[in-house]
T-cell receptor, first 115, second 113 residues
């Protein structure tokens, strides 16, 4: 079945360091891919998305490129801030001949940025 | 703009009691989702509705769980009887269309003693 695998955390970085959080997926058809972020005590928020191969999603300095050949959607940011500390979830939405809203989430990666 | 509103934010109850969690989706959103988050299993989709009709309830763990959406602005998730293993954060989310962009509430943290 469809699934998402993301790197385990926690990831601990110093402020202004480069961030990569790996995400790979298994899916039939042409899924859409997402990164969601969860700040402490809050619900998840959509960070960025990509709906087809080679699309790059970007938001708030974060970016991820939909790589169909490697079935990956790695999240990157050039310079992290303390305020980026949160749990990051990779997710996919299967495409069964039509768009769906049934998101399948990875296990989440905790990012801790130290000043 | 008001987001997805969930209540209660925290609930502590004893095993065997009935628990009802409530959700008000964003106005105009046609899709509503119930997710459960635990350390062991991460985020699990329990059920989702489209235009108040349940579309997929394959994630509902067992008959003790039930969900309803009597109208476009209200949904409930009920657990009866509750068990300690039901302890989790339950999230409600809504979406305006089938794009995978969900808007989550702040969650209801349930503790069953």
């Amino acid at each position: 079945g469809d699934s998402v695998t993301q790197m385990e955390g926690p990831v601990t970085l110093s402020e202004e360091a480069f961030l990569t959080i790996n995400c790979t997926y298994t899916a039939t058809g042409y899924p859409s891919l997402f990164w969601y972020v969860q700040y402490p005590g809050e619900g998840l928020q959509l960070l960025l998305k990509a709906t087809k191969a080679d699309d790059k999603g970007s938001n708030k300095g974060f970016e991820a490129t939909y790589r169909k050949e490697t079935t990956s959607f790695h999240l990157e940011k050039g310079s992290v801030q303390v305020s980026d500390s949160a749990v990051y979830f990779c997710a996919l939405s299967p495409y069964y001949g039509g768009a769906t809203n049934k998101l399948i989430f990875g296990t989440g990666t905790l990012l801790a940025v130290q000043p | 703009d008001a987001g997805v509103i969930q209540s209660p934010r925290h609930e502590v109850t004893e095993m065997g009691q009935e628990v009802t969690l409530r959700c008000k989706p964003i106005s105009g959103h046609d899709y509503l989702f119930w997710y459960r988050q635990t350390m062991m299993r991460g985020l699990e989709l329990l059920i989702y509705f489209n235009n108040n009709v349940p579309i997929d309830d394959s994630g509902m763990p067992e008959d003790r769980f039930s969900a309803k959406m009597p109208n476009a602005s209200f949904s409930t998730l009920k657990i009866q009887p509750s068990e300690p293993r039901d302890s989790a954060v339950y999230f409600c989310a809504s979406s305006p269309r089938a794009t995978g962009e969900l808007f989550f509430g702040e969650g209801s943290r349930l503790t069953v003693l």
